[in-house]
């Protein structure tokens, strides 16, 4: 389940990335609420080195992103910085480094990732749930890509996942019109992959994870592994390694496990080993 609300550590602090475990679910928090968890500069820094933090640590199973507070995900990247950190090329250049970083750390996590959305799920925001691989939505939240209203320019690798999300011409729609749709909206254009709600959004997000963490992390590591390669380019796809990892599977304790909990009509206990 998520961490509790009325925890405060000093990771906590509003204008942070907090990292956390709960038994076998990593958890990130974008944490700035009374700025609808706008993310700054070192906020995009923090990120990849709390999902390498999560992704390290052998109890955890699958890490959910989520935003502090009650009422956003997160509204996007923050613009008070722009003036200083995005001011020109130049130093959008090197912004949009430490951004992208932080899609690709959710990208290219080797375990699962689940964005745990609810309200407002805009610019930047929509750019770290459309990295993850799942993202469940809690009924009436809100998305957009209010770049146009901006004048800024997007990560190239982040507009890719969201054209493989909804496909080229819903992505060229969100961007051109840079209009705000709701959870139904996002969950019949694919943005969004389950739409919950409001009154069971926590306690069906604390069933999902457990569902995820409870099956063999070895054969989950290959699936997103084989998956983002066949839906990826084929030339930048590891094929060896792909397959090494199916392979990994086999000659785990794991597979004698499943196997021997299968015949004897038991719940399997993996190790990931």
Known sequence: ??????????????????AAVE???????????????????????????????????????????????????????????????????ASARAYEEVNAAAFAALRDCPKPTVAMIRGFCLGGGLGLAAACDIRLAEAGSLFAIPAGKLGVGYPPQAVRDIVKLVGPARAKLLFYTAARIDSEEALRIGLIDREVAAGTFDLEIARFLETVAGHAPLTLKAAKAAIDAVSGDPLDADWDSVQAAADACFDS?????????FMHKRTPRFSGR
């Open 1 to 18: 389940m998520p961490p509790s609300r009325t925890s405060s550590t000093p990771e906590q602090k509003p204008g942070r990335i907090a």
């Open 23 to 89: 038994g076998q679910v990593g958890w990130i928090t974008i944490n700035n609420p009374s700025r609808r968890n706008a993310v700054t500069l070192a906020m995009w820094e923090a990120i990849p080195k709390a999902v390498s933090r999560l992704a390290g640590e052998d109890a955890v199973r699958v890490i959910a992103i989520k935003g502090g507070g009650e009422e956003t995900f997160v509204a996007g990247a923050d613009i008070s910085e722009f003036e200083t950190v995005r001011r020109d090329a």
């Open 253 to 261: 304790t794991d597979f004698a496990e499943g196997r021997s909990a």
